[in-house]
């Protein structure tokens, strides 16, 4: 599994609700019946999760298709 994925910097963007700048937090990701937590830039007021395409395309995708494979 390649892990060389780079999270953006949180505070690089802005909450579309709440205005305010995102925070590294974890949240709970969970496929199937597996969760997962996981460090992501969200919301510190409403908890909304930023998800770049190129996690939701390249490492999440990996991860499903190692779960998958089980």
């Known amino acids: 599994m390649n892990l060389d994925y780079q ?3 949180a505070s690089d963007w ?3 609700k ?3 700048p995102l925070e590294i937090g974890k949240v709970n990701v969970g ?3 597996d969760y997962f937590l996981v ?3 969200r919301c510190p007021k409403c908890s909304q999760v930023f998800i ?3 996690l939701a395309l390249g490492k999440m995708v990996e991860v ?3 779960l998958e494979d089980k």
């Open 31 to 33: 496929y199937h019946w």
């Open 7 to 9: 999270m953006p910097e």
């Open 52 to 54: 770049s395409e190129k």
């Open 18 to 20: 709440c205005s305010l």
């Open 39 to 41: 460090d992501l830039p």
């Open 14 to 16: 802005l909450c579309a």
């Open 64 to 66: 499903e298709e190692m």
